[in-house]
C-alpha cells in the first residue's frame, strides 16, 4: 500500500493527498506518508501547495518525533526562495537540505529533479554538469540508487542546452531503465520526453515510435502540463513534414488542456505554436491576435521570456520575427530576430544559437548586406563544427543502439543453447539407428558411402568459403591502397611547401642572427621581412593541409540525413543566392549574370535538405569558380552567366545548372566523380565537391548526375530525382 501510493501521488491533487492521509491511524504513518510524497513530487508542486504539506508533516513530527525535520525545513525554505526568485540562496538551502537526506539514505526523487530548475534560472550549465554528475556517482556507490534516475535525468536536461541530443537522449534512457523498476509514472515521463528529444534531433520515425508508446496513459494524467508535452511535439513534427492540418490539430489540442486558465507557459506556447503554422502557411491575419495573446501570458509569468522553459520551447521572438518578415516589416523583423538570437546565447542553447544564426545568414543576404551575412555565416559554421564533433550522423543515441546489441547478444546465447540441446538430441537419434543398423552391412556400406561423400562436399563449401573471403580481402586492400595513394597525393603538396619553407626559415634566423651580431640592423629587419613572408607561407599551407583532411572526413560521413518534402526551387534560389554572395563577400569585383527558369508548377519532394543543399552549393561554386576564371583571360566582351532551370520529365523532378565559363577537357570529362580530383590548381580545391555530390544524388536518393560540357564554352550539370 505505501510503495504504490508513493509513486501514483507524484501528481496527486491535494484533496486526493488528504484523504490517503486520512487513513492511517497514528501520526507516525502519516508523517511517513506525507514525507513520501514530499520528496518525490517532482515540478508539478506550487509554493503553497509545499507550504501546506510540509507544514503538516512538521506539526505532526512534533508529536511523535518520527524523523529528524532539518532537512524538510531547508527544503521549504529553498522552494519559498525560488518561487521568490531569490535563485542563488534557494540553491544554497537545497543543497543544504540534500545534504541532510543524504546523510539519512532518503529517496529523493522529486528534490533533485527540481533542482535543475534553479541551475536554468541561474543560466548555470557546467554547474548544472558538475552537481548532477557527482551526485550521480555518489549514489551509484553509496545508494539509493533510485536517486541515481533522477541524476540520468538532470544530465539529460544540460546536454539538450548543449544541442548534444545522442548524450541527452542516452541520459534520459538510463533513467528510464531505472524508474521502470519502481515507478511506472516516472518511467512513462522519461519514455515521453525521449520521443520528444528525437523529434528535436530530427529522427521522426524514433520520435513517434516512444511518443505513440505513452501518448494514451499521458493524457490521462491529471497533471495538464505534461499531457501538452508529447502533444506539441507530434505538432512539431507535422509541422516539419509540411502537414499544416494535424499541426494545428494537436497544438489546439494542446492549448484546449488550459480552457479557463490561460496564464501558463504550457497555454503560451501551444497558442505560438498556432501562430506559426499559420504564417507558415502565409496566413498572417490569423496569426497575429495568437501571437499578442502569447506574448501577454508570457510577459505575465514568472520566467515566461525564457525560450527554454520546463514545459518546452517558448520562441516568441522568433514568432514575431517570422511575423514581420511575412507582413514586409524589415526593421522589426530583424529587431525580433537579433533578440532571438541574444536571448539564446544568453541561454546557452547551442541548439537555438544554430537556428537562429543560419535565420540571421540568410535575412542579411536578402538585405544585400553580406558582411553582416558572412559574420553569422561563420558563426554558424563554427558552432556547427563543435556540435557535429558530439553527433552521429545516424541520429540514434549510442546507448539505445548498446542495449540492442546487448540484446542480441543473449538471443544469440539463447539460440547456442538451443542448438546444443537439438545437437544432443540428434546425436542419441543417430546411435539408435546405428545400432540398429548394424545387422545390415548392404545399407551401413551406402551409409559409409554417403558420409564420406558429405565430408568431401564439406571441405569443398569451406575451401570456397575461404576463398570467398580472401577475394573479399584482397578486393578491400585493393580499394584501400587507391585511396591511401589518392590521399597521399593530394595531401603531399602542402606538406611539401611547409617543409621547404620551414627549413629555408631555420636558415633565414642564422643569417638574422649574424647581421645583428654585426649590428647590421637594417639588413636584419630585410631577413626579418623575409623570415615574416615564410611564415605566411606555412600557416597558408598547413590550414590548406587542414582543409584537405576535413574534406576528406565530409566525404566519408555517412549519407543519412532526414528526408522531408521539400520545394526545390526554393533550395535551388537559397544556396544560389548563398553562394554568389559568398564569392563576392571574398571578390568584390566578380559578378555575373544569373538567369533562373523556375516550374513555378514543381511538386514538392521528399529529399534530404541539408544534404541536396551542399550538392547545390558544390554545382553553384563551381559555376561561379569557372566564369570567374575565364573572365580573367577573356576579353572585355565576355559576361560570365550562370543559368539554372527546374522541371519534370517522366516522373522525375529535373534540375540543370549550367555556365558559359571555361569548359572541361573531354579527356578528363570521365575522372571528374571521382575523389581527390580536380581541375582546380593546387591549393584552391580538394577534389571532393563532385565525388561526395555523386554519393549523395545517386546512393543518396537513387537520382542521377550527369555533365555535358564543351571545352572554353561551357558546362551543364544535370540532376535528375525520382518523384516517387
Sequence with gaps: MHK???????????????????????????????????????????KLEL??????????????????????????????????????????????????????????????????????????????????????????????????????????????????????????????????????????????????????????????????????????????????????????????????EKAFGYADEAANVFAGKPLTRDYAISTLQKAIIYLSQHEAAKAYPLLIRSKGVSD???????????????????GWYLYNKETNKRGPAQTALLAAYNKAVDEKSNDYQLKYLRELSQWFISQNESSDSKLYLEKYYALNDVMQNEQNAAKVAHYENEQKEQRQAENINNLRQEKAVQAAVINKSRMITFVSLTALLLITGAIVFIYRQLRTNKKTLTALKQTQTQLIQSEKMASLGELTAGIAHEIQNPLNFVNNFSEVSVELVGEMNEELDKGEIQGAKTIS???????????????????????????????????????????????????????????????????????????????SQQDMGRVMLNLFNNAFYAVNEKKKTAGDDYMPKVSIST????????????????????????????????????????GLGLSLSYDIVVKGHGGNINVNTKEGAFTEFTITLPLK
Aim: glycine residues 6%; proline residues 3%; positive net charge.
Design 529 to 607: 621581412s623575409d623570415l615574416k613572408q615564410n611564415l605566411q607561407k606555412i600557416q597558408h599551407h598547413g590550414k590548406r593541409a587542414d582543409f584537405i583532411v576535413k574534406g576528406m572526413l565530409e566525404h566519408s560521413r555517412a549519407n543519412t540525413g532526414e528526408k522531408q518534402l521539400t520545394d526545390m526551387n526554393v533550395l535551388c534560389d537559397e544556396f544560389l543566392n548563398l553562394s554568389y554572395h559568398g564569392l563576392r563577400a571574398k571578390d568584390k569585383s566578380f559578378n555575373a549574370e544569373i538567369v533562373t527558369h523556375f516550374d513555378p508548377k514543381l511538386p514538392r519532394i521528399n529529399v
Design 4 to 46: 504504490s501510493f508513493a509513486q501514483d501521488c507524484n501528481n496527486c491533487d491535494i484533496d486526493s493527498l488528504y484523504k490517503q492521509i486520512n487513513l492511517k491511524k497514528s501520526d507516525g504513518e502519516k508523517v511517513r506518508t506525507l514525507e513520501r510524497v514530499i520528496l518525490n513530487y517532482g515540478v508539478s508542486v506550487t
Design 647 to 686: 522541371f519534370t520529365e517522366k516522373n522525375n523532378l529535373v534540375i540543370k545548372v549550367k555556365d558559359n565559363g571555361k569548359g572541361i577537357p573531354e579527356s578528363i570529362k570521365e575522372k571528374i566523380m571521382q575523389p581527390f580530383f580536380t581541375t582546380k590548381p593546387t591549393g584552391e580545391g580538394t
Design 300 to 318: 505575465t509569468v514568472a520566467g515566461g521570456n525564457k525560450i527554454l522553459t520546463p514545459n518546452g520551447e517558448l520562441e516568441t521572438d522568433f
Design 51 to 244: 507550504d501546506t504539506i510540509i507544514g503538516q508533516l512538521i506539526s505532526l513530527n512534533a508529536k511523535s518525533k518520527t524523523l529528524n525535520a532539518q532537512p524538510y525545513i531547508a527544503y521549504r525554505e529553498a522552494m519559498a526562495l525560488y518561487f521568490g526568485e531569490k535563485y542563488q540562496l534557494s540553491l544554497d538551502k537545497f543543497k543544504v537540505a540534500i545534504d541532510g537526506f543524504d546523510k539519512q539514505k532518503k529517496v529523493i526523487i522529486g528534490v533533485l529533479t527540481f533542482v535543475r530548475l534553479v541551475y536554468n534560472s541561474l543560466n548555470r550549465q557546467e554547474e548544472r554538469y558538475q552537481f548532477y554528475t557527482d551526485k550521480l556517482n555518489y549514489y551509484l556507490i553509496n545508494g539509493p540508487i533510485q536517486n541515481a534516475a533522477a541524476c540520468y535525468h538532470g544530465l539529460g536536461g544540460y546536454f539538450v542546452y548543449k544541442g548534444n541530443y545522442d548524450q541527452a537522449i542516452s541520459n534520459y534512457l538510463k533513467s528510464a531503465e531505472l524508474f521502470k523498476n519502481f515507478s511506472y509514472p516516472n518511467y512513462m515521463n522519461e519514455i515521453t520526453v525521449i520521443g520528444v528529444e528525437y523529434a528535436k534531433w530530427g529522427n521522426f520515425d524514433k520520435a513517434s515510435y516512444y511518443l505513440s508508446k505513452t501518448l494514451s496513459s499521458v493524457l490521462r494524467n491529471p497533471n495538464p502540463g505534461i499531457r501538452t508535452f508529447p502533444l506539441m511535439a507530434l505538432s512539431n513534427i507535422s509541422l516539419k513534414r509540411g502537414e499544416y
